[in-house]
């Protein structure tokens, strides 16, 4: 369902295969949305959100290291973003879920929502900016 476009490459092999993967999570967070089998996703999410953010955070490191290296003069302001976005995942309160199905599905719709739009936006409005100024 879910998978980076070309449009969305930067033409940076490294930085293209880890937004690669965040396409990945962000499929895999509509699929937990989507199992129709499942009772109480908590530990599903519980993982999503771990995997994000651990993930992101090797992400936005690699990232704002590539950016060091051209030199890039708004870095300091890409990485308060990567920081926005890291704190909009810590701040899910996964305790309020348990043994509440209709919640956990809110949670992950919106998890996908804010993922997915927030990804399509950074790469395209943010990220292509430090590509085109390597040019």
Same mark, same amino acid.
């Given at each position: ?11 940076? #092999?490294?930085? /293209?295969? #880890? ?9 895999? !967070? ?5 199992? /129709?089998?499942?009772?109480?996703? !908590? ?18 490191? &690699? ?29 899910? /309160?996964? /305790?309020?879920?348990? &043994? ?6 809110? !949670? ?8 997915? &739009?927030?990804?399509? &936006? ?14």
């Amino acid at each position: 369902m879910y998978a980076i476009k070309p449009e969305y490459l930067t033409g940076i #092999e490294s930085i /293209d295969k #880890e937004h690669t993967k965040l396409f990945e999570l962000a499929d895999e !967070t509509y699929q937990i949305l989507h199992n /129709d089998l499942s009772q109480d996703k !908590t530990s599903e999410i519980v993982r999503l959100v771990s995997e994000l953010i651990d993930y992101t955070r090797v992400h936005f490191s &690699n990232e704002e290291a590539y950016q060091k290296s051209i030199q890039y003069p708004y870095l300091e302001e890409h990485a308060k973003q990567h920081r926005q976005f890291e704190d909009s995942l810590l701040g899910i /309160d996964i /305790d309020s879920l348990e &043994n509440d199905l209709e919640q956990q599905n809110e !949670t992950v719709e919106s998890i996908l929502e804010f993922l997915v &739009n927030w990804l399509i &936006n950074h790469i395209l409005k943010v990220d292509l900016l430090y590509v085109n100024y390597n040019k």
